[in-house]
């Protein structure tokens, strides 16, 4: 009689030969059979161009460290509720609305503090989106005490010796550097993107 673990022995080698003999047929049959091949076409990616970026209109700062009014409106974030210096040209000065008021029918409206905007070109065609200019307010408080500050500037005979101090030479065209609070509300003026409330200036170019 044979034992047990000598017939399991053998189970396990019957099984393994004919495992064997069934691989060898298998590697028969696949060889005697031509395997056909489907050749996928090329697949080529159409990816979009990578876009060109168009430089910076106008530098972020200059070489004195001051703003640009492009640089300023793009640092933003970083800039309000801060002192700063901002370089531009001056392309626009309120102008108080002519009243005669002689006449007794005359509805003169208050005019409002003198202030002016600067654009980072001396063109005013080339800053006509309201984010092109930037608002300069606190100068004077009235267009008295800018032609006050005038008169003594020029020196004349009858000038006020008491003059307050506002820039005398501020016109359109000038190139400034200006230095002031960049902030939101200053000297009844509110403007959400940002306006300069003046601390002092200085004349670039006329």
Request: aromatic letters at 6%; hydrophobic letters at 40%; a neutral charge.
């Amino acid at each position: 009689m044979i034992p047990n673990h000598h017939r399991a022995a053998l189970l396990v080698g019957s099984l393994a030969v004919a495992a064997l003999a069934l691989g060898c047929n298998r590697t028969a049959e696949l060889a005697g059979t031509q395997a056909k091949v489907e050749r996928l076409p090329e697949l080529k990616p159409d990816l979009p161009e990578v876009p060109k970026l168009p430089p910076a209109p106008y530098p972020v700062t200059y070489a004195d460290h001051s703003y640009s009014v492009y640089g300023l409106r793009h640092r933003a974030h970083d800039a309000f509720d801060t002192d700063v210096s901002v370089t531009g040209y001056v392309v626009d000065i309120y102008q108080a609305p002519r009243c005669d008021r002689r006449s007794k029918d005359a509805t003169c409206e208050r005019p409002a503090p003198p202030h002016l905007w600067l654009a980072d070109s001396p063109d005013p065609t080339k800053s006509t989106e309201p984010a092109d200019r930037l608002m300069v307010v606190g100068y004077a408080e009235s267009a008295a005490d800018l032609a006050r500050a005038r008169r003594a500037a020029r020196g004349e005979r009858h000038a006020d010796a008491n003059a307050p101090s506002a820039p005398s030479d501020f016109a359109v065209g000038a190139k400034v550097r200006v230095d002031g609070r960049f902030t939101r509300m200053a000297a009844g003026f509110n403007d959400s993107r940002g306006l300069l409330a003046y601390h002092d200036y200085a004349l670039l170019e006329r």
